[in-house]
T-cell receptor, first 112, second 115 residues
């Protein structure tokens, strides 16, 4: 499973856009990129998943360049409730379904 | 999506005792997993709970310490045996769901403190 590298922590203010970048230089052809959010005392929650280019849902956008060696999670206009740990995972859903390798994640702190 | 519940949500146990954690899913799923999250750390996969057969353990985890049952496609248990303070962690049940977006869903976790 491809190893991922993320910043350990980030600070932001309410109303700002936050971009968290994840490096995954060894991503395989069949791998998807998935981002999770974890609040204290809760299990991780799926945010968004993509394979290439751009994916957008009601919560976030995911930007993936053509070489797929990195990805950027974009959170528009964050609020205090977006303070959490964000994990980037890379894996092949068919052969490694569920065997997600979690990196250290990025602790996002949103300030008033 | 899948909704996962775990029991107990938290417990405080004495050294040398065992605790069984239950995981219930609201739909039948093929793949169920158990993770551990030590204080301030990321998640580590303990094992894959296989329905009708022995669980598959990751490196560093053994059946004698973490016996797992999977009697059907919606339920699993993880037992933490002969506990020591080093076992104090959050234990999370997870499932893989192929409906819509192929992804994992996690339970709320069981916070275990061993004294």
């Amino acid at each position: 499973l491809a190893k991922t590298t993320q910043p350990i922590s980030m600070d932001s203010y309410e109303g700002q856009e936050v971009n968290i970048t994840c490096s995954h230089n060894n991503i395989a052809t069949n791998d998807y990129i998935t981002w999770y959010q974890q609040f204290p005392s809760q299990g991780p929650r799926f945010i968004i998943q993509g394979y290439k280019t751009k994916v957008t849902n009601e919560v976030a956008s995911l930007f993936i360049p053509a070489d797929r060696k990195s990805s950027t999670l974009s959170l528009p206009r964050v609020s205090l409730s977006d303070t959490a740990v964000y994990y980037c995972l890379v894996g092949d859903g068919d052969t490694n379904a569920g065997k997600s390798t979690f990196g250290d994640g990025t602790t996002l702190t949103v300030k008033p | 999506s899948a909704v996962i519940s775990q029991k107990p949500s938290r417990d405080i146990c004495q050294r040398g005792t065992s605790l069984t954690i239950q995981c219930q899913v609201d739909s039948q799923v093929t793949m169920m997993f158990w993770y551990r999250q030590q204080p301030g750390q990321s998640l580590t996969l303990i094992a894959t709970a296989n329905q009708g057969s022995e669980a598959t353990y990751e490196s560093g985890f053994v059946i004698d310490k973490f016996p797992i049952s999977r009697p059907n496609l919606t339920f699993s248990t993880l037992t933490v045996s002969n506990m020591s303070p080093e076992d104090s962690s959050i234990y999370l049940c997870s499932v893989w769901s192929s409906g819509g977006t192929d992804t994992q869903y996690f339970g709320p976790g069981t916070r275990l403190t061993v004294l």
